[in-house]
C-alpha cells in the first residue's frame, strides 16, 4: 500500500504564500501523474494542479499565474507552491497520484486565507 503525506498547510494572510508537499512512501509520483486537489466547505472537490510523469504540468484558470506544481523524484515528492493567496482558495487540499490500474489519495492537508 502507498501512502501520500500532504504537510505545509497553515493559517495565511491575503496576498501570503504557503509550500504544500506530498510525500509518497513509494516512488510513484514520477510514474504516474499527480494532482493537487481542494475541497472547501459545502462545495465539491476540484483539481487545482497536476503534473504528468514526464513533466507537463496543468492548471486551474483559478489559480494560472500564482500557484506552481513541481516534483523532486529523489525526494519522491511533489510541492505546490502557492502564491498570492486569496480568502477563496481556503479549502482542504489532497494529493492525487494516479496511474493506469491504481490510484491513491492523501489524506489533506488545510489551508486558511484570512486577515
Known amino acids: 500500500q502507498v501512502q501520500l503525506v500532504e504537510s505545509g498547510g497553515g493559517l495565511v494572510q491575503p496576498g501570503g504564500s504557503l509550500r504544500l508537499s506530498c510525500a509518497a512512501s513509494?516512488?510513484?509520483?514520477?510514474?504516474?501523474?499527480t494532482g493537487w486537489y481542494r475541497q472547501a466547505p459545502g462545495k465539491q472537490r476540484e483539481l487545482v494542479a497536476s503534473?504528468?510523469?514526464?513533466?507537463?504540468?496543468n492548471y486551474a484558470d483559478s489559480v494560472k499565474g500564482r500557484f506552481t506544481i513541481s516534483r523532486d523524484n529523489a525526494k519522491n515528492t511533489v510541492y505546490l507552491q502557492m502564491n498570492s493567496l486569496k480568502p477563496e482558495d481556503t479549502a482542504v487540499f489532497y494529493c492525487?497520484?494516479?496511474?493506469?490500474?491504481?490510484?491513491?489519495w492523501g489524506q489533506g492537508t488545510q489551508v486558511t486565507v484570512s486577515s
Open positions: 513509494r516512488s510513484i509520483l514520477s510514474v504516474g501523474v
Open positions: 492525487n497520484c494516479k496511474g493506469r490500474q491504481w490510484e491513491f
Open positions: 503534473i504528468t510523469s514526464g513533466g507537463s504540468t
